[in-house]
């Protein structure tokens, strides 16, 4: 990378604050100047292609310029872009809301709009505080989150999140969060094994809520996987159990389904694999499939009502921005689950996470440094280790992840680590060439880098 800089790098470096980065790595590492997407392929100012493995921050769905939602948006650019949503409504919006009602599971009725995740979660919490504060349990005003927990950066947000990355400074301004250690299934403190896990770490939740229960609001949880922890993935009963444990001490479900949502798991939901209702789902990346930040909370009958009464009583939810319920976002999320409908997508998540299972068991299971590799519907993790029978980690300083995300992209593919666990999580248009190519390179750049480690 010691090619001269294009001006739009150049341009880039001086005016461009880019996100979850050090500014100063980019000194080494410029900027990659994307100037058109087709299918699984990012294409740079050189035409040099990347496949995006990560489906662009997990967002994309259906590929990079999609022929059929670039039509439904340009159709729709020209006929409403966006309305105030407060009193007003339109179609696209209307028609969204019914179509995530009768997708979600049963008992979720109504949704509520915003325009990004994090700001969802704000929504979530402020609601089910709100919600109890309304019904008579003034004491119900923390929230429990698990360690490793990832729900998006604002405050609210932070505050139930357990990564230190991103908390760890902010601290002194986050809300004071009930923290129970979440499942580790690579790492099982049980030492139980996946065909017969009873999630015996429901008891770190249990214990939590026996002493806390009157204080808490709700309990906050990404289905299956744990997406920023680097892809912890954990069975479906650990949900179950969950939801038993949060009626029982009448303290909402917040099901953070933004990463795992729409098909990712192999359901379109993740707790559809657990047949569990939570109180609050939240919705965001793949909704429109990569095109426009959107992001919706959907909720039962029964939290709506205690907030259905006369203005006077102050009891709505005056929640808003200035997005809610974006025409344009509305419209291509509609045409996103039209397609869900009309072109089979979960049966193809499903097969070709098959595909991937194989392909990439084959490749990584036997690897130096692979500590494991797991899957579920098509995301897949390789966790690197120093050693795969202690399962030592790796020196954090060194980056492992990160020199390898920068070499695979010299070979053309994007894999973004999550400190040092590298994931797949590529947009379900793949072809079977396309995911030969993803796991081919991986294989080979991970085989590279640690033999000159090691050297
Ligand atoms: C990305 C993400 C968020 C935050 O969404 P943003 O749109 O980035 O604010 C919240 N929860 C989970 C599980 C996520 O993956």
Not at 39 to 68: I, M, T
Not at 93 to 100: D, P, R, T
Not at 387 to 394: E, F, G
Request: some cysteine; charged content about 20%; proline content about 4%.
């Amino acid at each position: 990378m010691t090619q001269a800089l294009t001006e739009l790098q150049t341009s880039d470096l001086q005016h461009v604050w880019h996100p979850c980065s050090q500014m100063k790595d980019y000194e080494q590492f410029p900027p990659i100047v994307i100037k058109k997407g087709q299918g699984v392929w990012l294409y740079d100012e050189k035409d040099q292609r990347y496949l995006d493995a990560v489906s662009s921050w997990w967002v994309n769905l259906f590929g990079h310029a999609n022929p059929r939602i670039s039509q439904a948006l340009s159709d729709q650019a020209f006929t409403l872009e966006h309305a105030i949503f407060a009193n007003f409504s339109h179609e696209p919006a209307i028609k969204l809301a019914q179509k995530l009602v009768a997708l979600t599971p049963e008992g979720l009725n109504k949704v509520f709009f915003a325009d990004n995740g994090s700001s969802a979660i704000e929504i979530a919490l402020k609601m089910s505080f709100q919600y109890h504060m309304q019904t008579g349990k003034t004491s119900k005003k923390r929230f429990l989150a698990l360690t490793d927990a990832y729900h998006g950066e604002t405050l609210g947000a932070l505050s139930v999140g357990g990564v230190d990355l991103y908390n760890e400074v902010y601290q002194p301004l986050l809300l004071d969060t009930v923290r129970a250690q979440g499942p580790d299934c690579y790492r099982c403190p049980f030492k139980e094994q996946p065909v017969s896990c009873q999630a015996q770490c429901i008891s770190f939740v249990a214990k939590e809520l026996a002493i806390h229960h009157t204080e808490i609001s709700a309990v906050i949880i990404e289905p299956l996987i744990q997406a920023a922890a680097g892809m912890k993935m954990y069975p479906p009963i650990y949900l179950k159990q969950l939801r038993e444990l949060c009626t029982q001490y009448d303290v909402h479900l917040i099901a953070d389904e933004i990463a795992v949502g729409f098909g990712r798991t192999g359901t379109m939901f993740a707790c559809e694999q657990a047949a569990i209702t939570p109180d609050f789902m939240c919705l965001s990346k793949g909704l429109t499939g990569g095109y426009l930040p959107l992001s919706a909370v959907v909720t039962s009958n029964k939290v709506y009502n205690a907030f259905y009464d006369d203005y006077g009583t102050m009891k709505a939810f005056l929640h808003s921005h200035s997005y809610t319920g974006n025409t344009l976002a509305c419209r291509v999320a509609l045409e996103v689950l039209t397609m869900f409908e009309e072109e089979q997508y979960i049966d193809i998540v499903q097969e070709k996470g098959e595909r991937m299972d194989k392909l990439a068991r084959a490749a990584f299971n036997q690897l130096p440094y692979v500590g494991e590799y797991r899957q579920v519907g098509l995301v897949g993790a390789i966790e690197l280790v120093a050693n795969a029978v202690t399962k030592q980690a790796l020196p954090s300083e060194e980056r492992i992840g990160y020199q390898i995300y920068k070499r695979a992209l010299a070979k053309g593919l994007l894999i973004r680590p999550l400190g040092n666990v590298l994931y797949f999580m590529p947009p379900y248009i793949i072809t079977d060439e396309e995911m030969t190519f993803m796991i081919d390179t991986a294989k080979e750049t991970i085989l590279q880098f640690f033999a000159e480690w090691e050297g």
